[in-house]
């Protein structure tokens, strides 16, 4: 299964060129947003968390649709666990996608601030594996299935504690 970790990270790193011309062009836009916001006497919006948060989303974009080949592969698959149960290549993929999102729950969170986070970074992780669960449905780029979308909401779930320890933990 590790084997198929290096493997499929390795296929997300060429990715990282595009994911750095993104967040600088991302960079100077929040800027030019937040000049006007400060002319207009408006609170300026927060640059790092929100191009963290709006690159990562471009990379996971990337990685779910750029890095399959797209196919006639419009499949549904809403039998929960089937993933686990094939082989260590699909437990591998179970495990991504759970690595995937973490970042996602971290920069979700550090990107709103608020109090209520935890369960709003859930719902949002939810909403947003679901929308891309269906674009692959659409585009036949993957196949959608209720395994990923757990997956992933659990993994923002986990991006999402790591804030609040972090935030607990940086308070003291």
């Known amino acids: 299964m590790f084997k198929y970790l290096v493997q499929d990270l390795s296929v ?26 400060r002319k207009n006497g408006k609170q300026s919006l927060p640059v790092w ?7 990562y989303l471009a990379l996971v974009m990337m990685i779910t649709f750029l890095s399959r080949e797209s196919g006639n592969t419009s499949r549904i698959d809403l039998e929960l666990g089937a ?10 993929l179970v495990l991504e996608n759970v690595l995937l999102f973490i970042p996602y729950g971290f920069c979700y969170c550090w990107w709103k601030n608020k109090k209520e986070i935890l369960f709003n970074s859930i719902m949002f992780g ?28 659990v993994g923002c779930m986990i991006g999402a504690f790591f804030y609040k320890l972090g935030c607990i933990l940086f308070q003291r």
């Open 126 to 153: 939810f909403v947003t594996s679901f929308i891309i669960e269906g674009m692959q449905l659409v585009t036949g780029r993957g196949i959608f299935q209720l395994d990923d979308i757990i997956t992933n909401t």
């Open 49 to 55: 968390s929100t191009v963290c948060f709006w690159t």
């Open 12 to 37: 997300a790193l060429q990715y990282v060129p595009f994911v750095i011309l993104i967040g600088g062009c991302l960079f100077c836009l929040v800027q030019l947003i937040n000049r006007k916001r």
């Open 83 to 92: 993933s686990l149960r094939i082989n260590s290549r699909n437990n591998a």
